[in-house]
């Protein structure tokens, strides 16, 4: 079985279709699906998909895209949030937190002010309640690893990783894991594919970012947790292994990675 270890389950796209799209990916082999929040609004809309889902856990977060309109006192809520969830076995992380410097708005010096004392702030929710990071890290590899080294969360993931080899080398020195997904599918995307090849095994985990970063087969549609035991079947071409050897290998990382998912019967 696989696990997603980064997915919007709630996102508009779905509709009311998001319990029967987790069935679907259930179905395909993948065993567990991590929702990730994205702001305050929608902390109880993750949770209960989980509750309703046997293959579905969540995170809580506020995302780098959200900020702009996210006020001081959600920081309150979230902390008050992950620490009520700590006796609720779904929840497994804070994220999708980090930084963004590609969209325009967000690369405003007030902005990018804004993203790294709410970056800052969520690192320390999920250092001092012991959880793993899933952090977003577009065009902002160095200053998440900046704030990374400052404070330092017992684990997590580096979502959707496009960086450098030292980049990468840095975040695995971190104790984080790199998420790698749809985008390695693609034959021109030349950087991505060549660190899913050349990457330590031990340091990747797979994710799809549904509904975003459909893989080639079908892009530019809606991607969707199904997708995922193909998307490993990529990564093993790409390595020149077996499907079941990046599998089980893939799915230790991901435990490493987001200890809480231990407790979930997923093989």
């Excluded at 994220?95 to 004392?117: V, Y």
């Excluded at 990564?235 to 020149?240: S, V, W």
Aim: hydrophobic share 45%.
């Amino acid at each position: 079985m696989w696990i997603d270890t980064h997915c919007h389950l709630d996102a508009h796209e779905f509709g009311a279709e998001s319990l029967a799209v987790a069935r679907q990916g259930l179905d395909a082999g993948v065993s567990m699906i991590v929702a990730m929040a994205v702001e305050r609004g929608n902390f109880a809309a993750v949770a209960a998909l989980a509750a309703d889902a046997p293959n579905v856990s969540y995170a809580l977060g506020i995302h780098p895209i959200c900020i702009p309109q996210a006020r001081d006192e959600d920081l309150e809520v979230l902390r008050a949030a992950a620490e009520a969830a700590l006796g609720d076995p779904n929840f497994v992380g804070i994220g999708e937190i980090g930084l963004d410097f590609f969209i325009p708005l967000l690369c405003e010096p007030d902005m990018r002010a804004k993203q790294e004392r709410f970056f800052r702030e969520q690192l320390r929710i999920a250092r001092d309640l012991d959880l793993p990071v899933m952090t977003h890290v577009r065009r902002s590899q160095d200053q998440v690893l900046k704030h990374l080294r400052q404070i330092r969360p017992p684990a997590g993931i580096a979502h959707a990783f496009n960086g450098s080899f030292q980049q990468a080398k840095t975040f695995i020195d971190l104790g984080l894991h790199l998420g790698f997904g749809g985008a390695m599918t693609f034959t021109r995307a030349l950087q991505i594919r060549r660190l899913a090849t050349e990457l330590p095994l031990d340091a990747i985990v797979l994710e799809t970012d549904s509904p975003d970063i459909a893989p080639s087969w079908i892009h530019p549609g809606r991607n969707t947790p199904d997708q995922l035991p193909r998307i490993g079947a990529a990564l093993a071409e790409l390595r020149g292994m077996g499907v079941d050897e990046v599998r089980e290998a893939v799915h230790r990382n991901t435990l490493a990675a987001i200890p809480r998912l231990a407790a979930y019967p997923v093989s």
